[in-house]
């Protein structure tokens, strides 16, 4: 039995082999995750109802038991009819909620903005070792870890 909040078996067995720089991906529902994967990534889907699981309830178990070293999120595009009339400084309200799980965590970062496009091509390298596809409704909740180094204490 662990102690830890996260015993997702498949999960705690790709954190634990994911090296330096292996990009962890926690999706939104309207993530394509079956089409933007890098060759060597595993799904674990989470996405059991709408809204259930979200990305920061996932993320902040992820963070728990996992060093990060970049978090990179999904930068909204202007021309997007889903944000159209959206004020120009709008950014999706779960950034915040990434922003506090950070904050609380032992690792703070600053979140990194990537255009859509570019993000695919972020995600989907040899180093993705992990999408974790979530039911989180919020529009551009994608968040994707770059695998920290373990340091000693």
């Known amino acids: ?11 705690l067995s790709i954190l634990a082999t994911a090296g330096h720089h292996a990009k ?4 939104d529902a309207n993530y394509p ?10 799904i674990i889907y989470l996405n059991l109802a709408p809204g259930v699981l979200s990305v920061a309830e996932v993320l902040k178990h992820v963070l728990a038991v996992h060093p990060v070293e970049e978090a ?3 930068d909204p595009l202007r021309e997007d009819p ?4 959206y004020p120009a400084d709008w ?23 990537i255009q859509k496009w570019e ?6 390298t040899d180093d993705h070792l992990l999408t974790i596809q979530t039911g989180e409704q919020e529009m551009y909740a994608n968040i ?10």
């Open 1 to 11: 039995m662990l102690k830890t909040d996260l015993i997702h078996p498949e999960i």
């Open 91 to 113: 950014e999706p309200p779960v950034w915040k909620d990434y922003r506090k799980v950070f904050a609380e965590s032992d690792q703070d970062q600053e979140l990194k903005k």
């Open 119 to 124: 993000y695919y091509d972020y995600v989907t």
């Open 144 to 153: 994707c870890l770059a695998t920290g180094v373990r340091r000693q204490d």
């Open 72 to 74: 990179v999120i999904m």
């Open 82 to 85: 889903a944000i159209a009339g």
């Open 24 to 27: 962890i991906l926690i999706a």
């Open 33 to 42: 995750a079956t089409t933007k994967i890098g060759p060597n990534a595993e």
